[in-house]
């Protein structure tokens, strides 16, 4: 039997599916973060063995098929192009048996062909970052955003929770209107505004600057969900359509009269929030399918690699088999 190693390597967690060529999708792993940008090339490599093992275990054990018998690894991930080759993922996959072609993928691609096993269209995933891509002949054609929390991510959970502290300060300080939010981030920080103030300004406010400016910038993503949990705060709903608008840009940014295909929505600032994708499917004509990771196009994307043609049949059997390993 052969079967197919597929990763989808995220910032989050790592998830590992072994399919064979029908689609049938025979064992699933899980592991920690598979970013070689964000948790470094080798615990990324030591995450993707892990889920690997998990997953290949269950497939020997269930159908007595294993490492060996792996004639191909799809690593789907970003930051693929800031390592040397696949050398370092395909070091921690020997000891499992696998000595097969390991070969990367785009995770915004994984992403599309986690929605539809179609060859074009369109992808647009919001977590910490934010990008769109189009889609065509089964290959990323063009991409907005994605440019990071200095220059870009726009509409991202980054972008969001920047703004819903920075609503939070204003208040704080006088220059912005009063808001739910304010509450909402000292109670998320672990702070109170005991009512002191230091050179004019509450003091709280200083423990805010403190404690945020201690911390990795992109941890401001944590805040995100805050501006969706205010109810009918306008300051908090300005935030939300401001976010609705932006990804609806780099959207339209790669959209090609031409290319009609659906639209894949995925990533927690998205998927973690109805409203958000209600926003976005509302702004255009095209079929909307919004999928909680790139776990299924990972394994699409596998099966091609191997010249394996996948069609509407065999999408079906991967998505209904997986969710039962699940």
């Given at each position: ?134 889609v065509e002949n089964g290959s990323v054609a063009r991409t907005a ?182």
């Amino acid at each position: 039997m052969n079967l197919h190693l597929a990763v989808d390597a995220g910032g989050t967690s790592t998830r590992c599916v072994v399919l064979d060529e029908t689609g049938g999708c025979l064992g699933y792993g899980r592991a920690a973060s598979g970013n070689p940008i964000s948790a470094g090339p080798a615990l990324a490599a030591y995450s993707v063995a892990e889920a690997a093992a998990t997953a290949l275990t269950h497939a020997e054990a269930a159908h007595g098929a294993g490492g060996a018998d792996v004639v191909v690894v799809l690593l789907a991930m970003a930051g693929a192009s800031s390592l040397s080759g696949p050398e370092l993922f395909a070091a921690e996959l020997a000891p499992l048996g696998v000595d097969a072609p390991v070969v990367f993928a785009p995770d915004l691609l994984a992403t599309f062909c986690s929605g539809t096993w179609l060859p074009a269209g369109y992808a647009l995933v919001a977590g910490t970052g934010a990008t769109a891509v189009r889609v065509e002949n089964g290959s990323v054609a063009r991409t907005a955003d994605g440019l990071g929390w200095l220059l870009g991510d726009d509409g991202s959970g980054f972008w969001v929770g920047q703004r819903v502290v920075r609503a939070a300060a204003a208040d704080l300080d006088g220059r912005g209107p009063r808001t739910e939010l304010t509450s909402l981030v000292l109670s998320q920080l672990g702070l109170e505004d005991d009512g002191t103030r230091h050179h004019g300004r509450p003091a709280v406010l200083d423990r805010i600057i403190k404690l945020l400016y201690s911390q990795r910038p992109v941890e401001l993503s944590r805040l995100s969900p805050l501006a969706f949990a205010a109810g009918d705060d306008p300051v908090a709903r300005a935030i939300v359509s401001a976010a609705a608008d932006a990804l609806v840009h780099s959207l339209e940014a790669v959209a090609d009269p031409g290319v009609t295909g659906p639209v894949v929505l995925g990533g927690g600032t998205i998927t973690q929030h109805d409203e958000l994708a209600a926003r976005i499917a509302a702004a255009g004509t095209r079929d909307v399918q919004v999928v909680a990771d790139g776990a299924v196009g990972a394994a699409v994307l596998a099966l091609r690699q191997a010249s394996v043609v996948v069609d509407e049949p065999v999408f079906d059997r991967i998505t209904r088999t997986l969710a039962a390993l699940r």
